[in-house]
């Protein structure tokens, strides 16, 4: 039997169950999955890739709203509040999606109390991430922001604290994360950059002086 990865917490039946009543669709980078205001019809797991949820302001502007890598459910907030989906999602990279009817997981989950137990989980997760987002937009500066994200996402290689880099991770696509605009956020890049706390490399941005942007961030 094919299996969704990281799904192994479930019971065997509501695994069953998810894949009987799935899809796999494959999107190319730059598609859409499916656009800020349509109609839920499907839920979807990523299996592989990524790919951003973005809403667009009145000026114009995107706003980044989640950045999602495997193993995230996503689209699931429109179908258990019974609205359109509230943001546009897009294909990061060449990504696998296991897309479920909406109508089939709200039978799913009254079926399986434990896949209805991960859902809950997984909501809850989302509603923390947005009480970050909104005190990271409303109290931080786009440095504190920078390096609290950077910080955050750094890993450890050969002795070295480094944020690897995706082939989209842009300056623009970093502005639309941290809810700013390209030349805002270049400023803050060189700044850092001057003051020796980080260095930005084509395949990644080393933390220099940890302690140093651990201040910038005020945390």
């Known amino acids: 039997m094919m299996q969704i990865k990281n799904f192994d ?3 065997v039946e509501a695994q069953e169950a998810i894949m009987m009543a799935s899809s796999l669709r494959h999107f190319d980078a730059g598609q859409v999955i499916y656009v800020e205001g349509e109609p839920a019809t499907f839920v979807y797991i990523l299996e592989r890739g990524w790919v951003k949820a973005t809403r667009m302001t009145h000026e114009g502007r995107e706003q980044g ?4 890598r495997p193993v995230e459910i996503f689209g699931d907030i429109a179908i258990f509040t019974e609205t359109t989906y509230p943001g546009t999602t897009t294909a990061l990279e060449s990504v696998d999606v296991w897309a479920i009817p909406s109508l089939k997981l709200l039978e799913l989950v009254q079926q399986y109390p434990d896949l209805a137990l991960m859902i809950i989980r997984k909501l809850s997760q ?3 991430y947005y009480i970050g987002l909104v005190e990271d ?3 931080r500066s786009v440095e504190a922001r920078l390096a609290h994200t950077l910080l955050y996402h ?7 604290l480094v944020v690897p880099r995706r082939f989209w ?6 502005a639309v994360r941290l809810g700013t605009v390209r030349d805002v956020l270049s400023r803050v890049i060189k700044s850092l950059e001057a003051d020796g706390i980080i260095k930005v490399e084509k395949k990644a941005i080393l933390l220099l002086d940890p302690k140093g942007l651990s201040e910038r961030a005020h945390l």
Do not use: P, V
Request: glycine share 4%; proline share 0%.
């Open 9 to 11: 917490t479930l019971s």
């Open 65 to 68: 709203l989640l950045f999602l």
């Open 126 to 128: 989302r509603i923390l």
């Open 137 to 139: 937009l409303s109290l």
């Open 154 to 160: 750094a890993e450890l290689k050969n002795g070295q």
């Open 169 to 174: 991770t842009t300056f623009d696509e970093m």
